[in-house]
């Protein structure tokens, strides 16, 4: 969104990545200027995906840029409000799908009923306003919120890569060899 959005180009977020831009336009956007509907209510599951609020989101910024006589490429006026919503929206989807998944593990037994935990972790929680709801759906079901600190949050990618090093260090689950192995990409 931020790339679509051309935030590189917005003089406040320049020099930031796309999430902390969205983020930081969000905080004097107005939410409620547009109004996106949430990826994957008709299915009554954990899974998370975001590609359908994308096309909204493309689709919606495409129609602003056509009423603001504006090319793809430079900064819409209302690029606030856009952030302010895809913030909320992409907020909204994390917390019902979190929700879900508290309530199935609560239901079969799988954390301890005292105690539970909800550890959030990558780039999404740097996001104050995601981490926020997040800390209010956990308080709201008595969870405890574990977050490290947002310098911390980083590219779940990088982090994957650095526990790969460290197992490596430390001759743990390391396979020497692809052979074997199998996966499933979802």
Known sequence: VARRLSLRKHPECHSMAGGKAIEHL???????????????????NCNFSFSGLLNLVNNAITQKEKE????????????????????????VH???????????????????????????????????????????????????????????????GVMIAWNGIERLRAGLGVLHSPDGIRYEPK
């Open 26 to 44: 969000a905080q004097t956007g107005d939410r409620e200027q547009l109004v996106f509907r949430l990826p994957m209510n008709q299915y009554r």
């Open 68 to 91: 603001e006589g504006v090319q793809e490429g430079q900064i819409l006026s209302c690029a606030r409000d856009v952030a302010a919503a895809v913030q909320h929206a992409v907020t």
């Open 94 to 156: 994390i917390m019902q799908r979190t929700y879900r998944a508290m309530l199935f593990c609560t239901k079969h037994s799988i954390l301890p009923s005292k105690n539970a935990t909800l550890v959030v972790s990558g780039g999404v929680a740097s996001n104050q306003y995601i981490r926020k709801s997040l800390q209010n759906l956990a308080e709201a079901n008595d969870f405890a919120l574990l977050c490290p600190p947002p310098r911390l949050c980083t590219d779940n």
